[in-house]
């Protein structure tokens, strides 16, 4: 007999849709959605007969709940029961964008989680309810965005979430061979069909999450295992079900098929009913099940194929990078490299000469041929074409830049799909790792404060002293290189407008970046000097407090660094919100100094900023703050709420990104 799953489907914005779905098979406590099924009337089927929880539109969110709540605790003595399900999904992103946001697998008290929030939240919860208790929610995020504020292993991994999006345990999306137990990576937005196992064992109190490609069977080794027991955690009644959520980068999130059982193993799905998933959606996929299908009397015809696919691989990256040098280049052409050069400078760009993962790309530590000079070279993957000649003319004007406080970019070299930038050598690498890393030595506070006044004369150079007004745009700890005297430079401008939506380390970069984003910035994407100075404050807190500007495993009131010094100010103890790494030989006046000067610098309203020859003014002690700055910073209202909705919104690139650098206003 057929049972009638009722299928509830969300679209932020849109309304509620209710969709009807026959179930395959009915089972005792347990059913099986095995996709072949008929639909009444609306909702999100693509045109093959898909069912897609969220399509490419933006910040939009996508759920699917079993209808009926089920009983997951024994009522006679109150713990959870076990459970086990299994469903195959697939995320489709579109050509040449970053995917995002991800789904999850959920346990929840009701189908209606309202106020929950799109983008990083999965549609899962808001800012304000993330991590609370009261949430009674466990799910397993399959999560394809790197967020710092709920740190994020990586943009592609599982995670067992217990009431919050910092996950409890989490690992890099794969699996474990059954052969030899080896790591196999899964990328999880590839649009290939994946198959996950969710098990929780009561008695054990033991949850298992598997994956695995779909066709090859459960691994025996679960990918994570977490000792919890969550009957406290959930009701006696709840549902089970998804959700998925796009962000300004989206996908579409396919669920297609699923099995569920209470207090045993869940159906297996019959995979060859599952709904034929292949065609425009991902081109690569018909290549491979192409290799895959032939026959064994086809071993032949097979190696013929497999070697002149590796032929054709090999070519096109061969041909990957192949210099490209345009008529409009010309002028510029004192500031090329030739790819032979870095090629050999960074032998071959090795491992070994790697310096680390920036914003936007890798950096290598290079020798240039002849000449030995140490150079940094940093290799950046782009397909956006316009972007690239206004960049490359200004590697010229940039390139004329001289200050000790800025990194010098050497040059550059162009390739169709890559952007190699050169840059003077920094030994130390960037002020991040000084500031978080447990491994690295602590800078003293004579240290931190002179790296803040080297960025007030970077920054008052850029926007005061040169020909033109140039802004920054993209100020923060990571881009402030240090040298081997620790003598600070700020790096990396201008980079952020070329290069959108392409490359997975950018939204590390871009997750790093939240919170020094102005309000004005926010709502209107116009970068001006004032914006940068607004970025500026959030820095310099960043250094005293050596905390990052947004933090949201913490409570809502201590998230955001500049609400929280303030909030210490009013209580008359601005100096509690000092780095508990910095000790005594701290000069408090100094701290106390920057941290008033950063929250005035963060001012809500633009008008309300100091210009950065101000700031360096008073960082100098040349000038003292206002007298009643007090006031003056307590005037803003609202402070905290431009900042979240700035957070809640702007998850993702695009915002900062579009306008000239060069502001010609002055
Ligand atoms: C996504 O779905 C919504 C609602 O069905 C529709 O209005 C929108 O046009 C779709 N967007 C894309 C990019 O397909
Ligand atoms: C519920 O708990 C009682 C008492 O421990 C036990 O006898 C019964 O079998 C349990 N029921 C289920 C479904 O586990
Ligand atoms: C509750 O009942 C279950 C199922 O019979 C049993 O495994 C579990 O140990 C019991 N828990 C308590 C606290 O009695
Ligand atoms: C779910 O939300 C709708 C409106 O958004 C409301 O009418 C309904 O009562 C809610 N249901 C539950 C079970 O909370
Ligand atoms: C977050 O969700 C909770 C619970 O649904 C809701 O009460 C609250 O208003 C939401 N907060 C925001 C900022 O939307
Ligand atoms: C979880 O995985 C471990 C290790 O493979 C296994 O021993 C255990 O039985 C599994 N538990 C469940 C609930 O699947």
Same mark, same amino acid.
């Given at each position: 007999?057929?049972?009638?799953?009722? =299928?509830?489907?969300?679209?932020?914005?849109?309304?509620?849709?209710?969709?009807?779905?026959?179930?395959?098979?009915?089972?005792?406590?347990?059913?099986?959605?095995?996709?072949?099924?008929?639909?009444?009337?609306?909702?999100?089927?693509?045109?093959?007969?898909?069912?897609?929880?969220?399509?490419?539109? =933006?910040?939009?969110?996508?759920?699917?709940?079993?209808?009926?709540?089920?009983?997951?605790?024994?009522?006679?003595?109150?713990?959870?029961?076990?459970?086990?399900?299994?469903?195959?999904?697939?995320?489709?992103?579109?050509?040449?964008?970053?995917?995002?946001?991800?789904?999850?697998?959920?346990?929840?008290?009701?189908?209606?989680?309202?106020?929950?929030?799109?983008?990083?939240?999965?549609?899962?919860?808001?800012?304000?309810?993330?991590?609370?208790?009261?949430?009674?929610?466990?799910?397993?995020?399959?999560?394809?965005?790197?967020?710092?504020?709920?740190?994020?292993?990586?943009?592609?991994?599982? $995670?067992?979430?217990?009431?919050? !999006?910092?996950?409890?345990?989490?690992?890099?999306?794969?699996?474990?061979? &059954?052969?030899?137990?080896?790591?196999?990576?899964?990328?999880?937005?590839?649009?290939?069909?994946?198959?996950? #196992?969710?098990?929780?064992?009561?008695?054990? =109190?033991?949850?298992?999450?598997?994956?695995?490609?779909?066709?090859?069977?459960?691994?025996?080794?679960?990918?994570?295992?977490?000792?919890?027991?969550?009957?406290?955690?959930?009701?006696?009644?709840?549902?089970?079900?998804?959700?998925?959520?796009?962000?300004?980068?989206?996908?579409?999130?396919?669920?297609?098929? #699923?099995?569920?059982?209470?207090?045993?193993?869940?159906?297996?799905?019959?995979?060859?009913?599952?709904?034929?998933?292949?065609?425009?959606?991902?081109?690569?996929?018909?290549?491979?099940?192409?290799?895959?299908?032939?026959?064994? @009397?086809?071993?032949?015809?097979?190696?013929?194929?497999?070697?002149?696919?590796?032929?054709?691989?090999?070519?096109?990256?061969?041909?990957?990078?192949?210099?490209?040098?345009?008529?409009?280049?010309?002028?510029?052409? +004192?500031?090329?490299?030739?790819?032979?050069?870095?090629?050999?400078?960074?032998?071959?760009?090795?491992?070994?000469?790697?310096?680390?993962?920036?914003?936007? $790309?890798?950096?290598?530590?290079?020798?240039?041929?002849? +000449?030995?000079?140490?150079?940094?070279?940093?290799?950046?993957?782009?397909?956006?074409?316009?972007?690239?000649?206004?960049?490359?003319?200004?590697?010229? =004007?940039?390139?004329?830049?001289?200050?000790?406080?800025?990194?010098?970019?050497?040059?550059?070299?162009?390739?169709?799909?890559?952007?190699?930038?050169?840059?003077?050598?920094?030994?130390?690498?960037?002020?991040?790792?000084?500031?978080?890393?447990?491994?690295?030595?602590?800078?003293? #506070?004579?240290?931190?404060?002179?790296?803040?006044?080297?960025?007030?004369?970077?920054?008052?150079?850029?926007?005061?002293?040169?020909?033109?007004?140039?802004?920054?745009?993209?100020?923060?700890?990571?881009?402030?290189?240090?040298? /081997?005297?620790? &003598?600070?430079?700020?790096?990396?401008?201008? !980079?952020?407008?070329?290069?959108?939506?392409?490359?997975?380390?950018?939204?590390?970069?871009?997750?790093?970046?939240?919170?020094?984003?102005?309000?004005?910035?926010?709502?209107?994407?116009?970068?001006?000097?004032?914006?940068?100075?607004?970025?500026?404050?959030?820095?310099?807190?960043?250094?005293?407090?050596?905390?990052?500007?947004?933090?949201?495993? @913490?409570? /809502?009131?201590?998230?955001?660094?500049?609400?929280?010094?303030?909030?210490? #100010?009013?209580?008359?103890?601005?100096?509690?919100?000092?780095?508990?790494?910095?000790?005594?030989?701290?000069?408090?006046?100094?701290?106390?100094?920057?941290?008033?000067?950063?929250?005035?610098?963060?001012?809500?309203?633009?008008?309300?900023?100091?210009?950065?020859?101000?700031?360096?003014?008073?960082?100098?002690?040349?000038?003292?703050?206002?007298?009643?700055?007090?006031?003056?910073?307590?005037?803003?209202?609202?402070? $905290?709420?431009?900042?979240?909705?700035?957070?809640?919104?702007?998850?993702?690139?695009?915002?900062?990104?579009?306008?000239?650098?060069?502001? @010609?206003?002055?």
């Amino acid at each position: 007999m057929n049972r009638i799953l009722e =299928t509830m489907f969300y679209k932020c914005h849109v309304g509620i849709f209710l969709l009807m779905i026959k179930v395959a098979a009915s089972i005792e406590n347990g059913f099986v959605f095995n996709g072949n099924f008929d639909l009444g009337g609306v909702a999100e089927l693509s045109q093959k007969g898909l069912f897609r929880l969220t399509n490419s539109s =933006t910040f939009g969110i996508g759920r699917a709940f079993f209808s009926q709540p089920l009983s997951f605790k024994n009522s006679s003595n109150g713990t959870s029961v076990s459970f086990s399900t299994t469903f195959v999904f697939a995320f489709v992103v579109d050509q040449g964008r970053l995917p995002g946001h991800g789904m999850a697998f959920m346990i929840a008290p009701s189908k209606n989680l309202t106020g929950a929030s799109s983008a990083q939240h999965l549609g899962l919860f808001n800012l304000t309810n993330n991590g609370d208790p009261s949430n009674h929610v466990v799910a397993i995020e399959l999560d394809t965005f790197q967020n710092q504020e709920f740190n994020d292993i990586n943009g592609n991994h599982v $995670g067992i979430d217990v009431n919050s !999006l910092e996950s409890v345990k989490s690992a890099p999306a794969g699996y474990f061979d &059954n052969e030899n137990r080896e790591f196999k990576n899964l990328v999880l937005s590839s649009g290939e069909p994946m198959q996950a #196992w969710v098990e929780y064992d009561a008695p054990e =109190t033991q949850l298992n999450v598997t994956l695995a490609p779909i066709h090859t069977g459960k691994p025996d080794l679960p990918l994570l295992s977490l000792n919890i027991d969550i009957s406290p955690i959930i009701l006696e009644q709840m549902y089970v079900g998804f959700s998925s959520s796009t962000g300004q980068l989206v996908q579409s999130h396919y669920v297609l098929g #699923w099995s569920f059982r209470l207090d045993g193993k869940a159906p297996e799905l019959d995979l060859s009913q599952l709904p034929s998933f292949s065609g425009e959606e991902q081109p690569q996929r018909k290549e491979r099940e192409l290799v895959v299908g032939l026959s064994a @009397t086809g071993v032949v015809l097979l190696i013929i194929v497999t070697i002149s696919i590796s032929i054709i691989l090999w070519r096109r990256k061969k041909a990957q990078f192949t210099e490209i040098l345009e008529d409009w280049e010309v002028q510029y052409r +004192s500031h090329r490299f030739s790819y032979k050069d870095l090629f050999e400078a960074t032998k071959g760009f090795c491992e070994t000469e790697l310096l680390g993962k920036g914003g936007f $790309g890798k950096v290598y530590r290079g020798v240039l041929p002849g +000449s030995n000079v140490q150079v940094g070279v940093k290799r950046i993957s782009h397909n956006s074409k316009q972007g690239m000649k206004e960049f490359v003319a200004e590697i010229g =004007t940039i390139g004329q830049l001289r200050h000790p406080n800025l990194v010098r970019v050497l040059g550059y070299c162009r390739g169709k799909e890559e952007l190699i930038l050169v840059y003077d050598y920094m030994p130390n690498g960037s002020l991040d790792k000084f500031l978080y890393n447990k491994t690295e030595f602590i800078l003293n #506070w004579n240290q931190r404060f002179k790296i803040i006044k080297d960025v007030a004369l970077a920054l008052t150079y850029l926007h005061e002293e040169w020909a033109e007004v140039i802004i920054h745009r993209d100020i923060k700890a990571s881009n402030v290189l240090l040298d /081997a005297e620790l &003598n600070a430079k700020l790096g990396d401008f201008g !980079l952020a407008r070329c290069i959108k939506h392409e490359q997975d380390i950018q939204t590390t970069h871009v997750a790093g970046t939240l919170g020094y984003i102005a309000p004005e910035l926010a709502r209107s994407g116009k970068p001006t000097p004032s914006t940068d100075v607004y970025a500026f404050g959030a820095f310099c807190l960043e250094v005293a407090c050596g905390r990052r500007p947004v933090e949201p495993k @913490t409570s /809502a009131k201590e998230m955001i660094l500049v609400d929280w010094v303030y909030s210490f #100010w009013m209580e008359g103890k601005i100096l509690s919100a000092t780095d508990p790494k910095l000790n005594e030989e701290c000069k408090a006046e100094e701290v106390e100094l920057v941290l008033k000067l950063g929250l005035l610098c963060s001012h809500s309203v633009a008008e309300g900023r100091p210009k950065m020859s101000q700031v360096l003014m008073y960082l100098k002690g040349q000038a003292l703050l206002p007298e009643n700055l007090n006031a003056h910073v307590k005037a803003q209202e609202g402070r $905290g709420e431009s900042e979240n909705h700035a957070i809640l919104c702007y998850s993702t690139p695009s915002l900062t990104i579009t306008h000239s650098l060069m502001y @010609t206003g002055r």
